[in-house]
């Protein structure tokens, strides 16, 4: 199973960004999907999950700027990311619970897109 992130950039503060993430391989049925994100020197900490019905939970320092979603067709999950501040310059890196078709239930990560918000 791999995931291939897209989307980061430089923006400036105030802007908005989207970020995706498409999931592929043996891959029977992905659980919950999430974004993460990991300053410099800094423990990887939660921005945002999504259930496969849909359910969401976000970080306090986004909430109402954020916007996660996910494509279940297409095992793809987003992040629509308004209002940017400096603070919100990370590594962010997408996480998905794959049931695989092997049997197995793992968690997988991206290879990590850098987001820096600057003037």
């Known amino acids: 199973v791999q995931l291939q992130a897209s989307g980061g950039g430089l923006v400036q503060p105030g802007g908005s960004l989207g970020l995706s993430c498409a999931a592929s391989g043996s891959i029977f049925r992905i659980n919950s999907m999430g974004w993460y994100r990991q300053d410099l020197g800094k423990q990887r900490n939660l921005v945002a999950r999504i259930s496969r019905g849909g359910g969401t939970n976000y970080a306090d320092s986004v909430k109402g700027r954020f916007t996660i979603s996910r494509d279940n067709a297409k095992n793809t999950v987003y992040l629509q990311m308004n209002s940017l501040k400096p603070e919100d310059t990370a590594v962010y890196y997408c996480?998905?619970?794959?049931?695989?078709?092997?049997?197995?239930?793992?968690?997988?990560w991206g290879q990590g897109t850098l987001v820096t918000v600057s003037s």
């Open positions: 996480n998905a619970d794959v049931f695989t078709t092997w049997g197995s239930n793992s968690a997988y």
